[in-house]
């Protein structure tokens, strides 16, 4: 049997003569006093998909429920079923579900802003292309091409259409990485003096990662975040390249790529950056900047979530406590802020350029066994 007073705070009344101290006990407005509405964007920018696999479902599609900016409105699949059933699962109309043969359509879809290419590495270039030239503004993952001279025609294609492209950097868009970064541009550590970066998983086969024709490899897949952290945490473009592959040709799923490699990238200023990778060894995706008065610890620094940052003095270590975000949400949120308001992406195709001119060094450094010198400037 409820008391008087009980009854009336149930139901969002004070009794009569209650002191003016006594607070409610529940919520008067039947909601939390502290809830925060979401706040609604004038704009969203609309997106299409497009290749429907393990990332494009497992955590792009996922990620919208995460992002303000940006809606999925369509997809490109080779399988119209799945695309019907993730059509269903997002709300997305039938109707914007398209081939890779129908592809081109999209050009006529005003419900599309940006296409998001997450085809195997050797079809990047190709679909990003088409869809430049289609007029809509793409973000493409990580590699951005397979060669130094389809990352330039992608580059182009996007200033000829007047259209944006982005490269799909996830780690530039989250805040432990930014972070590392501006510690390391305030010179928390001293000067910078070296890097060491692992990036290791297994991969069994089949998968598109273990075909040379589809674009796969090591550095290509999960070497490329060692490079690209090695020139943002830097800030620098390195000057000559060395590395040392491993092909065990006996075992099937090495036939066309390299279990592992390991290279070391010099940069100007004198940092020395010394990276492995492979899909022969139990995970492990971490990094390490190295001053002259400590060292910042990135450990794990490439997976999607539970990074942990430490920063060591000569004083002690510290964990640095920072909230996590949805990787994809943040850069599809980036990426739509940019189309919709016309900024220009942080990493655009000039970035992917970039680790594809060390990808392309590195793989000659190991196959001639000598040190790649890379030239200073490299204009798109
Ligand atoms: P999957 O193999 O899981 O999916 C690739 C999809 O591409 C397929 O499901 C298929 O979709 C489509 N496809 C079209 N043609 C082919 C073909 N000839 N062979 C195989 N697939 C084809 O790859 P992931 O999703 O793991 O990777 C896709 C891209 O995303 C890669 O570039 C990879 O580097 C990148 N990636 C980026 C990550 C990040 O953190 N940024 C993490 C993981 C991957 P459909 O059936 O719909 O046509």
């Not at 830097?234 to 799923?253: K, N, S, Y």
């Not at 390299?258 to 492979?278: I, N, T, W």
């Not at 995970?283 to 390490?288: D, H, K, V």
Request: proline share 8%.
């Amino acid at each position: 049997m409820p008391t008087r007073r009980s009854f009336l705070a149930a139901a969002g009344l004070t009794a009569a003569g209650a002191r003016a101290a006594d607070p409610p006990l529940a919520p008067p407005d039947r909601q939390p006093p502290d809830l925060v509405l979401p706040d609604v964007p004038a704009r969203q920018a609309k997106w299409a998909v497009v290749g429907l696999g393990k990332l494009a479902i497992e955590e792009i599609m996922p990620a919208f429920g995460r992002a303000r900016l940006a809606k999925p409105t369509a997809l490109v699949s080779g399988h119209p079923d799945k695309a019907r059933r993730v059509a269903a699962a997002y709300g997305i109309d039938p109707r914007h579900i398209y081939s890779y043969d129908t592809f081109d359509r999209m050009r006529d879809d005003a419900d599309i802003d940006v296409v998001y290419v997450v085809l195997p590495n050797s079809m990047h270039a190709e679909y990003t292309v088409r869809a430049l030239r289609a007029g809509k503004h793409v973000l493409c993952e990580k590699p951005m091409a397979t060669t130094v001279a389809e990352c330039r025609d992608m580059i182009a294609a996007g200033r000829e259409a007047g259209r944006k492209l982005m490269i799909a950097y996830r780690l530039r868009y989250e805040p432990f990485n930014q972070t590392v970064i501006r510690l390391c541009r305030e010179k928390a550590v001293g000067e910078l003096r070296t890097f060491e970066a692992s990036n290791n998983q297994v991969t069994p086969a089949p998968n598109i990662r273990l075909s040379r024709a589809l674009g796969g490899g090591p550095v290509q897949d999960v070497g490329i975040y060692c490079i690209n952290a090695a020139r943002y945490v830097t800030g620098q473009e390195p000057a000559e390249v060395t590395a040392f592959e491993h092909r065990p040709r006996d075992i099937a799923r090495f036939r066309e790529v390299p279990a592992s490699v390991a290279f070391q990238l010099r940069f100007a200023s004198g940092v020395l950056a010394h990276c492995d990778c492979s899909f022969d060894a139990a995970e492990s995706r971490r990094y390490r900047v190295h001053g002259t008065d400590g060292f910042l610890d990135l450990d794990p620094a490439f997976s999607y979530r539970g990074l942990r940052l430490t920063v060591a003095k000569p004083s002690g270590r510290e964990q640095v406590s920072l909230t996590e975000v949805n990787h994809f949400a943040a850069e599809m949120d980036h990426f739509s802020d940019c189309v919709l308001n016309g900024h220009d992406p942080r990493t655009p195709g000039e970035e992917g350029l970039a680790d594809m001119r060390v990808i392309a060094a590195i793989e000659e450094a190991a196959r001639t066994n000598r040190a790649v010198p890379l030239p200073p400037a490299d204009p798109a």
